[in-house]
């Protein structure tokens, strides 16, 4: 049997099939003995029921922030610099706030003059470990994506070079990259590299799910222990949701594409045209989740047990048509969905779980 680590570990799916030790009959939960359960380190926690042959990594404290250096420095002035935008209206940090998880509370990104994206600014905690940035995936690199907003005509609605020559006539600006490259002049490679190593340093705000992982065991009531569990085992969470920043960092289709509707949008498919990536959305971190919402790649979802009633009723590949007239069908939701018959006091469990992330 594979072993649960930082490492990594393999789902075996056999504890799909076993009735859960902390279950009394008619289904009531037995918060001595998950109590009990859960009172060692995450190592020693039950095991989460995870599909056989799937990749999981266990529940663990954020890694360290790298320390601020000068290129850092220069970058953490640039994101809360409103000049970067054309007319000086938005800064990274307008769309990127920290007490919202880095995402800015509202369903739509607003750029400047007020225009509004398509998409819900995305909280930044998954970003300094994410392979490919953005809801989508199109971007490799911090680096390559830091230049996307600036340039982006409903965010930021600059030209590096244009900005490259303002920030060169802005005197406060002479030291800082001096300091971080050797030279006072701006160039926009270095703008690009300092705002990337800014993002580095993003990590979730502590909170009572931290305490809890480390090792101070009343720092979650027995509602919201309930739902850790459940999170595990069988609400199916951790099948994407896992690992210190609790995404896979990997694209699943949730039925939320609005396929063939007003305010499509295909997700990954958007970028790699490739009919397996349609609909898919890159899983969010759900650290410190319930102070980033409204929720999902469209801003959708206004409350966090609204979207736990919402996995309990979307089925794996339930056909779903899109508009009127001939089309294909739309694209089926991730086949790792299952409709998870939770109990009302279930669902209110879970959900007071995600508050405390
Ligand atoms: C007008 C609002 C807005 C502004 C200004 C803005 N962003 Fe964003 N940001 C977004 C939206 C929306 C997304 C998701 C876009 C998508 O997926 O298509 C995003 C995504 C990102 C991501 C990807 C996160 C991930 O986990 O993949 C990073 C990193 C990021 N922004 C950094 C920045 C930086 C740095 C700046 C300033 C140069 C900036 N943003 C300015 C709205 C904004
Ligand atoms: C098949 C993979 C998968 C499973 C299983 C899954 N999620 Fe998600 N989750 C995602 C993806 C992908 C998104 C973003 C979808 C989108 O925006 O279209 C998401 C979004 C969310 C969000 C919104 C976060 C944000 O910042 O917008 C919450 C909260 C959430 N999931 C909680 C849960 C809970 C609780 C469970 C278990 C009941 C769960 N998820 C199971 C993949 C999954």
């Known amino acids: 049997m594979a072993q649960a680590g930082a490492s990594g570990a393999v789902g075996s799916g056999a504890a799909d099939m076993a009735a859960d030790p902390c279950q009394r009959e008619r289904g009531e939960w037995d918060t001595a003995c998950l109590r009990a359960r859960y009172s060692g380190a995450p190592v020693d926690w039950p095991r989460p029921q995870i599909d056989a042959g799937l990749a999981w990594q266990e529940m663990a404290p954020a890694p360290a922030a790298p320390a601020p250096d000068a290129v850092s420095t220069l970058g953490e002035r640039l994101f809360f610099d409103p000049r970067l935008s054309r007319k000086g209206q938005v800064a990274c940090a307008s769309c990127h706030q920290p007490d919202k998880a880095f995402g800015d509370g509202r369903p739509l990104a607003i750029g400047e003059d007020g225009l509004m994206g398509m998409r819900r600014s995305q909280t930044l905690l998954a970003a ?48 800082l990259f001096e300091a971080a490259y050797g030279r006072p002049q701006p160039e926009a490679a270095g703008i690009t590299r300092a705002l990337a190593a800014f993002v580095r340093r993003i990590r979730p705000a502590p909170t009572a799910f931290d305490d809890f992982l480390a090792g101070r065991r009343n720092a979650l009531d027995d509602r919201q222990l309930l739902g850790l ?41 958007e970028f790699t045209r490739d009919p397996q990536d349609l609909g898919t959305f890159r899983t969010p971190s759900l650290r410190n989740v319930s102070r980033g919402g409204p929720w999902m790649h469209n801003g959708i979802m206004p409350s966090l047990e609204g979207i736990v009633r919402m996995y309990n009723l979307i089925e794996a590949g339930f056909p ?15 086949s790792l969905l299952r409709s998870l018959q939770l109990t009302p006091e279930e669902i209110t469990a879970l959900a007071a779980f995600l508050e405390v992330l």
Not at 230 to 236: E, I, N, Q, V
């Open 320 to 334: 779903r048509r899109g508009g009127e007239g001939p089309q294909p069908p739309a694209p089926a939701p991730s």
């Open 128 to 175: 300094p470990f994410a392979p490919r940035l953005f809801w989508d995936g199109r971007a490799a690199s911090l680096e390559q994506q830091a230049a996307m907003p600036i340039a982006h005509p409903r965010e930021m609605n600059h030209t590096l070079p244009e900005l490259v020559q303002r920030l060169a006539a802005l005197p406060e600006y002479a030291p």
């Open 229 to 269: 569990h459940l999170f595990r085992t069988k609400a199916r969470c951790m099948h994407c949701h896992h690992g210190p920043l609790l995404t896979d960092l990997g694209f699943h289709n949730l039925n939320l594409s609005f396929f063939g509707r007003r305010n499509q949008d295909l997700g990954r498919f």
